[in-house]
């Protein structure tokens, strides 16, 4: 079992920005791709975001390209969430999930995830 914790979550004006972060066992970046996912109420889960170390890449949904930004620091063992203008539709639970990868992986929002964080809330509102 993979254990992933999120955090930085909280309340924020529109306009605003935060970064959630999601720490992961060492080594994890190694072997699995990180995704960022949200569910609003009443809506079903969506991909957010995704890195890959094997190959380096990134993905993201349409509706946060050019506002969120995904990164890792393998030294700290935690991927980011830099979410720049946010928008009240952005307002979700936030999860961090890991994909057991191959070499040259390229992640995609759409893949399926192996193991799944609890959650943080991100709420936009003024």
């Known amino acids: 079992q993979l254990q992933l914790v999120e955090s930085g979550g909280g309340l924020v004006q529109p306009g605003g920005s935060l970064r959630l972060s999601c720490a992961v066992p060492?080594?994890?970046?190694?072997?699995?791709?990180i995704g960022w996912f949200r569910q609003a109420p009443g809506k079903e889960r969506e991909g957010v975001s995704c890195?890959?170390?094997?190959?380096?890449?990134?993905n993201y949904a349409d509706s946060v390209k050019g506002r969120f930004t995904i990164s890792r620091d393998n030294a700290k063992n935690t991927v980011y969430l830099q979410m720049n203008s946010l928008k009240p539709e952005d307002t979700a639970i936030y999860y961090c999930?890991?994909?057991?990868?191959?070499?040259?992986?390229?992640?995609?929002?759409?893949?399926?995830?192996?193991?799944w964080g609890k959650g943080t809330l991100v709420t936009v509102s003024s």
């Open positions: 890195i890959s170390s094997s190959s380096g890449s990134t």
């Open positions: 999930a890991a994909r057991r990868i191959r070499s040259g992986y390229v992640c995609s929002v759409r893949d399926g995830m192996d193991y």
């Open positions: 060492i080594f994890t970046l190694d072997y699995y791709a």
